[in-house]
């Protein structure tokens, strides 16, 4: 019972971190190693992608494909804001300004078995796994077709089980250790499938963060945590939110891998989400990918920015504007002309005309209804 | 990101040049020591007459021991001064003990009785002694972490210079409150606002999972890189060390009012509660292993390489520190049980 004293029995005696020239009294097994006294240094741990260079290899037609959602994702975000100014929807919250980062990420992936857990942000990652314009505007018009509850959730929390894009919930930064789950999941069923959930600068304080991180950690999960920094969370700027500069530095504490990346180039976050979903199909684990983006729109629709930031702060991001920003880089390597632009612009009026005209039709959810979609039915 | 400051080559050679060098930087004189000395016995025999106590049914709830790790909270709290605090989990007696709280109220206290340190109502894992400068004592892993930022914030905001003692275990690191906390001292120590020494016990385990099964980084200290937190470690096995260690950082934190982090490397020598029989998760020759780094042990011999005491004058301590622990077990033997009256009492804050 009692824990009785001991001397240590070698005649030396020394404190831990030994000098190597003296045997240590302890086990050799204490770790960290502590003759590994210089260890604390903070460094920079992140890596910095470099910009992207051409097409990058990628064929036209997928450069083409990629620049239709990120204007499609664009055009269906500006009409859910006009709908909204025009009392029609209640509430809206979208991505302008991340779509370039989230259809670069998107298409890293396999959209054919891969799971996504977006956050209120990805509209445009949503559309690159299938939801449609129309999807889209039933949500945000409250309408019984919503395909992520049937108008229960709050528009943009995007979901739907078939499209394995795991819907979202309100409280900051819950999908991260969802994400943990659905890629240990995968791990332990062998699907070979990896996850890639999505959050804010704002949502990297959250505990959530850091379990789901640690955790996917130990487990080399397959799973991408990508932060979609705009600098913002509402109102609070990212130097009252956090005394580092870059989100991807905490991978480091994790034992895996962080990347910054700039989220208004396209091709450079396809490539790193690439190399990052290789490793996690490889088995090495989880990378923590940071994708510096603006934000051109207020937080929501229930928010004034002009409280927080300076109209010149946004006009000079808004000239970095993704969408501008890659139709240049394909007309400059030769995947898209004025021809082909107007093409694509006119099929994405008409597609977004008819969703909106669609959604405002369709019926709101019968009352009768109001206990469904709460649990998982048969 | 931060860049750590490390103690220089030459500072840290006088830390390890042992118990002369370092007493006579730090001004302790030869009585001090042997008080030092005195104190690790002291809860160390406490400890072992807790689990015997708790093994006989006179403690109920959950008992969490602290032999093993003597040196750490020793080291630190003799760098605590009037109007700094300390806050730590459930493994709290010995802070308690440190910070002067009476032990026979102590283990009253550990007996649920009513002349207990919080009047029986708290039990081992919820100590608390504001008059000592103790702020408990939780239950909740981690959840201590965000109230003593808090209250480093506090001691900032109203003007004051104290500097507040985070206890952690390397389990609770994993935690999202950890995370959540750090967060903000490292923000907030960027003003001078947030004067915290993180002190993380790294006693290898939390419950049965070991620190390489909890974490991919194992490099624990290094995880405050993450909150721009200047960091390092001490060996906290031996008391000398962890003394140099604690003065210094103590008043950086004083002087700056930004946050600081020391990983303490121990071991738990006993196991994780008193009532867990069996430790599939680690060996017996682990443990042995480890005994050979006693704290008290490697004190001792330190006391007496440098003449501060003799096999006699060690000896009559520990008989000293006995008397005060049965003195403490005999009392809380004999108190009452808290009334019945008691029991709507200290829930609510009084209005006033
Ligand atoms: C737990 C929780 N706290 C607060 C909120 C309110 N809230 C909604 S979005 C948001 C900001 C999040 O910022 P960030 O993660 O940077 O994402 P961003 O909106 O900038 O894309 C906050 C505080 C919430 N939804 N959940
Ligand atoms: C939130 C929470 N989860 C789990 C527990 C159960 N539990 C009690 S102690 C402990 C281990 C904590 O380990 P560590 O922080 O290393 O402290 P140590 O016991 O080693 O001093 C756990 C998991 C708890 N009390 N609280
Ligand atoms: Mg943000
Ligand atoms: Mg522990």
């Known amino acids: 019972m009692a824990t009785e004293i001991k001397r240590p029995s070698t005649g030396a005696i020394q404190g831990a971190f030994h000098d190597g020239t003296t045997p240590r009294t302890g086990p050799d097994s204490i770790h960290p190693p502590l003759d590994h006294v210089d260890v604390g240094a903070g460094t920079i741990s992140a890596t910095v992608a470099p910009p992207s260079v051409g097409d990058e290899g990628l064929p036209h037609e997928t450069l083409r494909e990629m620049y239709r959602l990120v204007a499609l994702a664009r055009a269906v975000d500006e009409r859910m804001w006009q709908v909204n100014r025009a009392g029609r929807a209640p509430f809206a919250v979208s991505g302008q300004g991340h779509e370039a980062a989230q259809i670069g990420a998107a298409f890293a992936l396999d959209r054919s078995k891969d799971i996504v857990l977006p956050y209120y942000r990805d509209l445009a990652l949503s559309l690159a796994f299938g939801l449609t314009a129309s999807d889209l505007m039933m949500s945000v018009l409250a309408k019984a077709g919503d395909p992520a509850s049937g108008a229960r959730q709050m528009p943009a929390h995007y979901g739907s089980a078939r499209l394995r894009i795991v819907t979202a919930s309100s409280p900051v930064s819950t999908q991260l250790p969802h994400a943990t789950g659905t890629a240990y999941a995968a791990k332990l069923r062998g699907t070979g499938q990896v996850s890639l959930a999505c959050f804010g600068e704002g949502g990297s304080s959250k505990g959530d963060f850091h379990e789901a991180c640690n955790f996917a950690g130990i487990h080399k999960l397959p799973v991408i945590f990508f932060c979609e920094n705009n600098r913002y969370a509402i109102s609070v700027p990212q130097n009252l939110q956090m005394a580092i500069d870059n989100v991807a530095d905490r991978a480091a504490g994790y034992g895996f891998p962080g990347v910054v990346v700039d989220g208004t180039d396209l091709l450079a976050v396809h490539q790193v989400v690439k190399a990052a979903a290789d490793r996690a199909r490889r088995g090495e684990g989880p990378t923590l990918v940071e994708a510096k983006v603006y934000r051109f729109t207020p937080h929501t629709s229930d928010d004034d920015d002009r409280t927080y930031r300076s109209p010149e702060e946004v006009k000079a991001w808004r000239a970095r504007d993704p969408l501008a920003l890659f139709e240049a880089r394909l007309r400059e390597v030769g995947a898209l002309d004025d021809e082909t632009l107007t093409e694509i612009k006119g099929r994405i009026k008409s597609e977004v005309n008819e969703a909106t005209e669609a959604a405002e039709q369709a019926p709101f959810p019968d009352p009768t209804t109001f206990d469904r979609h709460v649990y998982a039915e048969r | ?352």
Not at chain 2, 2 to 23: I, M, P, S, W, Y
Not at chain 2, 91 to 103: K, T
């Open chain 2, 1 to 352: 990101m931060a860049t750590t400051q490390r103690a220089g080559k030459k500072q840290r050679q006088t830390e390890q040049d042992g118990l002369t060098a370092v007493a006579e930087a730090l001004g302790f004189d030869e009585e001090t020591l042997r008080g030092l000395y005195r104190k690790m016995v002291l809860i160390r025999l406490f400890e072992d007459a807790a689990q015997r106590t708790f093994r006989q049914g006179k403690i109920g709830g959950y008992l969490h021991v602290y032999s093993g790790q003597e040196a750490v909270a020793t080291g630190f709290l003799a760098a605590f001064q009037e109007g700094d605090r300390a806050i730590t989990a459930y493994r709290d007696h010995a802070h308690a003990l440190l910070l002067g709280s009476d032990p026979k109220a102590v283990m009253a206290e550990l007996f649920g009785r009513g002349t207990g340190l919080v009047k029986g109502k708290g039990g081992s894992m919820h100590l608390f002694d504001v008059a000592n400068g103790l702020w408990g004592g939780y239950g909740i892993v981690g959840g201590h972490i965000p109230l003593g930022v808090g209250m480093a914030y506090a001691e900032r905001y109203w003007g004051s210079d104290a500097v507040v003692q985070l206890y952690l275990g390397d389990g609770a690191i994993h935690n999202a409150a950890y995370h959540e906390a750090a967060n903000l001292a490292g923000l907030w120590g960027r003003d001078g606002l947030n004067p915290t020494l993180f002190i993380l016990e790294n006693n290898q385990y939390g419950m049965g999972t070991s620190v390489e099964r909890a974490t991919a980084m194992t490099d624990l200290a290094a995880k405050f890189d993450s909150y721009a937190i200047e960091h390092e470690k001490v060996d906290g096995m031996d008391l000398v060390a962890v003394l140099a260690c604690a003065q210094r950082v103590t008043e950086r934190v004083r002087e700056t009012g930004k946050p600081y982090a020391v990983e303490a490397l121990t071991y738990r020598l006993v196991a994780h509660g008193a009532g867990d029989f069996f430790e599939k998760y680690r060996t017996k020759e682990e443990v042995r292993t480890w005994r050979e780094r006693d704290p008290i042990g490697l004190f001792e011999q330190k006391l007496l390489a440098a003449g501060v005491a003799d096999e006699q004058g060690l000896g009559a301590i520990r008989d000293e520190a006995k008397q005060i622990v049965d003195e403490a077990v005999r009392f809380a033997d004999e108190s009452p049980e808290p009334p019945l009256e008691e029991l709507h009492t200290d829930v609510y804050a009084d209005a006033e």
